[in-house]
Nanobody
Framework: QVQLVESGGGLVQPGGSLRLSCAAS????????MGWYRQAPGKQRELVAN???????NYADSVKGRFTISRDNTKNTVYLQMDSLKPEDTAVYYC??????????????????WGQGTQVTVSS
């Protein structure tokens, strides 16, 4: 029905930058909130940032001032610009979307969808 494909992870030195992208595709009627979560080894998955369809944003305290979330509604894509990266930002980053999918005719079903995850490693 709906797929989320992430890109942009990798290895970066402390203080460096990375930009993650996540494109949604499939039988999409409407996308509500899109966001990024992360999970470090031995830790629970946590919210990094999210953005509503209207552009309102929300950030974890640990990334405020360093990360910027944005989205292009015409491309069903969400971005995460990560600057001033720290070793503690190392994690698998997952894209999330709250989507109303087209099933058949006028039938819609709203669900949460997740990407496959992309590794971000901050190390010298």
């Amino acid at each position: 029905q709906v797929q989320l494909v992430e890109s942009g992870g990798g290895l970066v030195q402390p203080g460096g930058s990375l930009r993650l992208s996540c494109a949604a595709s499939g039988s999409i009627f409407s996308i509500y909130t899109m966001g990024w979560y992360r999970q470090a080894p031995g830790k629970q998955r946590e919210l990094v940032a999210n953005i509503t369809s209207g552009g309102s944003t929300n950030y974890a305290d640990s990334v405020k001032g360093r990360f910027t979330i944005s989205r292009d509604n015409t491309k069903n894509t969400v971005y995460l610009q990560m600057d001033s990266l720290k070793p503690e930002d190392t994690a698998v980053y997952y894209c999330h979307a709250d989507v109303s999918a087209k099933i058949i005719g006028t039938l819609r079903v709203r669900n949460d969808y997740w990407g496959q995850g992309t590794q971000v490693t901050v190390s010298s």
